[in-house]
């Protein structure tokens, strides 16, 4: 099966200064097949934040796309008018943010926003646009609709209100949801329900999905592939279940590693030494290497490509852990 969603070489700049620019992403790939879940995992600033945002072409000035290429369906996203790319934002690949609180228009109704989704892809009456949107509150498991319908989003839970993002997303049936975080504002006994209910739409729906989270262990439950990125750039990728059971990159070692289940009880969490370098100052060479214990010469000269690796895999590293093959 071809990937509905191909990036290649993708790079994301922001001026510094006069003459300088700054790459939040430099030279990211990434493919999606038609009702595949793929996890994007990374410390704050890695980039998967921006990943998303230039796909969907919300890159705002003075930043903007410098290189790459983003199809879908066949279709350069880069090339299209702000007219034709919003025939796809929204429509054919949809957004949830982090925080449903500052996704909702406070002062308009759930019903009005949710209709207001529907009219931005098409005419629609008032009618329709509501038995459709109650529908669609039944299907993410709002409890009394009609009722939420008529409601502000102050007077919801956070856990509603985050159901009710996603089905404001899931309203003009898109063939791609990009879920930036979308549990980071609720408990942990909510986030379980809300990614559960998100994983069974997918796969009812066939609808492929960018979950994009710090949470390895969302990751483990909900995606099938795996993205490890580090400092705007992809470092490992592969099956979801073989870099969880065999990181090749020792970033992505690390960050298994610091999970409190990798810990005896009682004792002190592991933790990656350092922290993440700032896009401006990258070090020369592997922009992990002052962070990394098996750093040689080679990682202090020149920057490692994502490469095959093993079947299915690829990493960004000389000396993958276990060795090369």
Request: with cysteine; hydrophobic share 40%; aromatic share 4%.
């Amino acid at each position: 099966m071809s990937a509905l969603l191909e990036v290649r070489d993708l790079r994301v700049a922001f001026p510094r200064g006069r003459s300088d620019e700054v790459f939040a992403l430099r030279g990211v790939d990434l493919s999606l097949k038609r009702g595949e879940r793929l996890g994007v995992v990374g410390e704050s600033g890695a980039g998967k934040s921006m990943l998303a945002f230039a796909i969907l072409d919300l890159i705002q000035s003075p930043g903007r796309i410098a290189g790459g290429s983003i199809r879908f369906d066949g279709q350069n996203l880069l090339a299209m008018s702000e007219r034709e790319i919003r025939r796809v934002r929204g429509k054919r690949i949809a957004m949830i943010f982090q925080d449903p609180m500052a996704t909702l228009n406070p002062v308009l109704t759930i019903g009005r926003q949710m209709a207001e989704a529907l009219e931005a892809h098409g005419r629609i009456s008032e009618r329709e646009a509501r038995r459709r949107s109650v529908e669609m509150l039944k299907a993410v498991q709002v409890p009394q609709a009609e009722a939420r319908y008529d409601a502000y989003p102050h007077e919801l839970s956070g856990g509603l209100r985050q159901r009710v993002v996603i089905a404001i997303a899931l309203l003009a049936e898109p063939e791609i949801i990009i879920a930036d975080e979308p549990t980071t504002a609720l408990d942990v006994t909510i986030q379980a329900e809300i990614m559960a209910l998100l994983l069974r739409l997918c796969r009812e729906r066939e609808v492929g999905l960018i979950l994009i989270t710090h949470d390895l262990a969302v990751v483990a439950e909900v995606t099938e592939r795996l993205m490890i990125m580090y400092a705007g750039r992809c470092v490992e990728e592969g099956p979801t279940s073989e870099v969880i059971a065999r990181p090749r990159h020792p970033y992505a070692a690390g960050l298994l590693a610091s999970l409190p289940g990798h810990t005896e009880p009682g004792a002190r969490l592991t933790q990656i030494p350092g922290s993440m370098p700032p896009l401006g100052a990258l070090p020369e060479g592997c922009a992990f290497r002052p962070r990394c214990e098996h750093a040689y010469a080679r990682c202090h000269l020149e920057r490692p490509e994502l490469e095959p690796d093993l079947p299915g895999r690829r990493v960004a590293c000389y000396l993958p852990l276990g060795g090369r093959t």
